[in-house]
Every structure is written in C-alpha cells, then in structure tokens.
C-alpha cells in the first residue's frame, strides 16, 4: 500500500477537514458580531433580548456555536437583519453528528469502502424503517420532525450506491447484526433483503462471520476503512456517540490486517447471502 507521504496530502488535508463548514460559521459569527456593534449593542444586552447567556452570545460570534433557528429570528429582529441570519442559518447547520462529520466528507471521495459493524448495519446500507428505529432507540424524548430530518440525511448517504462502480463496497457483519429485531421483525426482514438484493446484483461484497467463528479480530469495534485515487488511505473508528478519523500510515495499515484477518474467518459471498435471506425469511414468519 502506497503511503501517504509519497503522495502529497493526506486524504483528511485533502477532502475532510470541513475548513468550508468552519470558514462560514466563523464568517456568520463575524457578520452577527458587526451588526451588534453597529446598532451599539452590547452582547448582555443581544442575550437579555434572546433569552440566552452572554457567554452563548460571544461563542456564536467566535464561530464556535449557532443560534437556533428561533434564535436567529430573535436576532434578526432585533438588528433589524431583514431575516439574514435565519436564512443563512440553513445552510449551515451540521446533517451529521460532530464525530462523523469528517467521515462523512471523505467517504464521498473514496474509491473503495471496507466496513464492519459487530452491532448494527452500516448506515449506508440502512432502509429508512431502520435506520428510524435506531435514531429512535437512542434519543427517547424524540419528535417526529426531529427524526424525519435525521433518516433523511442518512438515506441520502446512500446514494453513493447509485453508481454501479464507485466506490467499491465491501460489508463485513457479525451474524449478531442479522438476529437483532431492530425496529421489529418486518422491518428487519426488509432489511435484510435489501442487503442480499443489493450484494446478489454485484453492488456490494457482503461477508458475515458467524457465531461459530468466535473471537475475531475486529470484536472491539466498528470501523471503516477508505482508500483515494489520489492520496493515502484513511479509517474510521467508532464508539458510543463518538468516532474519530485516522490516517497515520501504521494505524491505518493495522486496521487493514485486522479487517483481513477477520474476513478470512467469514462466511464466503455465496454462504453470506444464503444465510442472510434464511434469517430475513425467519423474521417475516415471524411478522
């Protein structure tokens, strides 16, 4: 594998360091922090009006917090911004979890995806009935706006799987992933026939390490791996509410050998379907 090093930038310089993102939110701060001054405004004053701490004020300002969006009507009143801050606000919020977003930014340039989940599946391969349920798990005092809007972004990732060749796909499961009732048993039997659908069509090489494998070599974690056309490869590593973006060559390069040892201990592509469509016949029964 090529290093990074010999290739110039690494692929978090070059496609995941969100300085955009960063750039914009440091601009509206700076464009909220003028308008105060102008009107001769303090931030004591700006907060009274917006119910909130000056503190909050000051980070907005810095570029490090946004308003909410009731928020930034109240500041658009009060400076008088003819609605400028609610809508640039839009374009600003973050569709992701602060963990995932450099991930998120470099799996859109990947020529190759390596993924393994040991809990649930990947986000890209997730159905929206899914993908709510698991949003739902975890966020217990949810609105139904408030998910729609998180499904939405997650299924919109997916649409890395319409073209036919790029990325190359490849998804490692442990057979746990396949017997847990995530969303109820219609809902997993939907599933689990849209991973074989999309792995039967050559979209997607599917692998499943079964139970009788035992321990295995990716047992402590989820983890992605991507590889560029351009520049050096990088992983993903995740936890609970929190993951964090690697592309120091050695770390990268024991990712790769932990990935390939627990696939030599997987169900071949053949087995894998065969296994996946048994389980998502038992969950419809079972509907």
């Not at 839009?90 to 991930?103: G, I, N, R, S």
């Amino acid at each position: 594998m090529a290093t990074a090093q010999k290739r110039g930038k690494t692929a978090r310089e070059k496609y995941g360091t969100g300085e955009e993102t960063s750039s914009a939110r440091v601009k509206y701060g700076e464009e909220l922090r003028l308008r105060r001054e102008r009107t001769g405004m303090t931030q004591e004053e700006l907060s009274e009006i917006l119910y909130c701490s000056a503190s909050l004020i000051s980070h907005i300002e810095a570029g490090r917090r946004l308003p909410t969006v009731e928020d930034a009507k109240r500041i658009d009143k009060a400076l008088g911004a003819d609605g400028w801050f609610e809508r640039w606000l839009k374009d600003l919020e973050p569709k992701y979890a602060d963990h995932f977003q450099e991930a998120a930014e470099l799996e859109k340039h990947a020529k190759e995806l390596r993924m393994f989940s040991p809990l649930l599946v990947p986000g890209l391969l997730q159905t929206e009935e899914y993908a709510r349920a698991i949003y739902a798990a975890y966020r217990p005092n949810h609105t139904p706006d408030y998910l729609d809007g998180l499904v939405v972004n997650r299924i919109e990732r997916s649409r890395l799987l319409d073209d036919p060749e790029n990325p190359v796909v490849w998804s490692l499961l442990d057979e746990a992933v396949l017997h847990r009732r995530v969303g109820g048993p219609g809902v997993m039997a939907q599933q689990l026939t849209r991973i074989a659908d999309i792995a039967a069509s050559g979209r997607l090489r599917i692998h499943v390490l079964p139970y009788g494998a035992g321990a295995h070599a990716l047992m402590e974690g989820a983890v992605t791996l991507m590889s560029f056309p351009d520049t050096g490869p990088a992983a993903y590593v995740e936890g609970l509410a929190t993951g964090r973006v690697v592309d120091s060559q050695r770390e990268v390069d024991e990712y790769y050998s932990a990935y390939d040892l627990a696939l030599s201990d997987a169900m071949s592509q053949q087995q894998s379907l065969a296994r996946i469509r048994a389980v998502a016949e038992e969950h419809g029964n079972a509907h």
